[in-house]
């Protein structure tokens, strides 16, 4: 009997090619890659390799329609925030397990999303948009503060700006402008001409790791963030699991996070959302149609011992899934945070964190000569340190202790 086919979406800024394709491999099925830019070995072996123009998914619909014409794909999976519409687009032109394109649309425009959830009444930030071309003196007087500026399409807290003030919006204002104006953000679309403006939401932050099937949405893993995440920018750090909120505050965010899927027309995939919690309840920050970014992933592990990747390739093929209970042991990760920007020279303790128990394994992204450049203009990590413990608050503290050994050198 063939092997179903599969064809994963990998844009070139991801990290996490390496993890699909591993899945792919245990799985059993004919992997087919596409990325945005030609591979050396496409023209050796064109039925394993394509280039799509990701930013153009009618385009990309039909190159792949008439690639599916010789070879039969089973399931489409995107990866990362730069591949789930074409990937919707593709899903739905051969009738496979996918999203409904304009849901995804919804979710890669910070506007779009806030109107959905809008209408709906989620609860969310008070929100306006301005074009980057208005006068920031006299926008700063239009609005309340502490208050949240952002790009409408960027992610990773890309160009999150926190203001308190007329005189720190003007300034997050024009830093924002610089970061819009640059050639590969302007390439995202429209979206690079508005700022939007949300009311800053005080209280804990969580992420919600989700998959819908048919509209209907299965909690996976829910992380607490336990450093305090208030501005001015919005370096996300540690993320453990199981969250210790409480089991009330745990079963609202997850009906949150449902509500705000089924605003946006969300019905197939993983889904990725950020939540904040104060005495009102939770307030829905973010919610993307992909699953949790970087090398997250890793700190996650299923009832048969299945993979993040595994379970969303299995659900793609309409694959049985024997348990999306994850496993008892409590998981962190760490995303290394940037002490400031210039080139990296050499990682020093590295032998030293890896020894301290709990931690499962360190993982230096950036490479030596590399130009780091901190929140909020970057969008790269440093790295990952996963940790697991018999509890939350153990790995939680093992992240700690082997952070505290790591020495970055970095040079102007």
């Not at 969310?124 to 006068?135: S, T, Y």
């Not at 979206?191 to 949300?198: F, M, P, R, T, Y």
């Not at 949150?256 to 104060?278: F, N, S, Y």
């Not at 032998?351 to 790269?380: W, Y």
Request: charged share 20%; net charge neutral; with cysteine.
């Amino acid at each position: 009997m063939a092997r179903p086919r599969l064809l994963l979406l990998v844009p070139t800024t991801t990290y996490r090619t390496e993890d699909f394709v591993e899945a792919a491999g245990r799985l059993e099925v004919d992997l087919v890659v596409a990325a945005e830019k030609p591979n050396a070995l496409a023209e050796a072996v064109p039925e394993r390799l394509l280039t799509l123009p990701f930013a153009d998914p009618a385009a990309s619909v039909r190159q792949v329609s008439d690639y599916a014409r010789r070879y039969p794909i089973a399931a489409v999976v995107p990866v990362d925030d730069a591949t789930t519409v074409v990937g919707a687009a593709i899903g739905q032109a051969l009738g496979l397990r996918a999203n409904p394109m304009a849901a995804v649309r919804a979710t890669r425009n910070k506007l779009a999303m806030r109107e959905a959830l809008g209408r709906a009444s989620v609860p969310q930030p008070g929100f306006a948009a301005f074009g980057v071309e208005e006068d920031p003196a006299a926008t700063a007087k239009a609005v309340r503060y502490p208050c949240v500026l952002k790009p409408l399409h960027l992610s990773a807290s890309r160009g999150v700006i926190r203001a308190d003030s007329p005189a720190e919006f003007s300034a997050a204002w024009t830093r924002l402008a610089a970061l819009l104006a640059l050639p590969e953000v302007r390439a995202l679309g429209e979206g690079a001409s508005q700022i939007l403006v949300e009311s800053f939401v005080p209280g804990v932050e969580v992420a919600l790791e989700g998959m819908l099937t048919a509209g209907q949405l299965q909690t996976l893993a829910l992380f607490d963030k336990p450093d305090p995440l208030d501005g001015p920018y919005f370096e996300e750090t540690i993320y453990v699991t199981p969250s210790r909120l409480p089991a009330a505050s745990q079963r609202a965010v997850g009906d949150c996070a449902a509500r705000a899927a089924r605003a946006l027309g969300l019905t197939d995939g993983p889904v990725h959302a950020e939540l904040r919690i104060d005495d009102a309840g939770p307030w829905l920050i973010e919610l993307a149609a992909r699953s949790i970014g970087g090398l997250c992933a890793r700190t996650l592990r299923f009832g048969t011992g299945m993979t993040l990747e595994e379970i969303i390739l299995r659900h793609a093929l309409g694959w049985p899934i024997a348990s999306l209970e994850r496993e008892r042991p409590a998981a962190g990760v760490m995303m290394i945070p940037i002490p400031r920007g210039g080139i990296l020279q050499s990682v020093e303790g590295l032998d030293q964190a890896r020894a301290v128990p709990g931690i499962e394994d360190i993982t230096i992204s950036m490479h030596r000569g590399q130009r780091i450049v901190p929140l909020p203009e970057g969008s790269e990590y440093l790295g990952f340190i996963f940790s697991r413990g018999a509890a939350p608050h153990e790995a939680e503290a093992s992240l700690r202790r082997a952070h505290a050994l790591l020495r970055f050198q970095i040079s102007s």
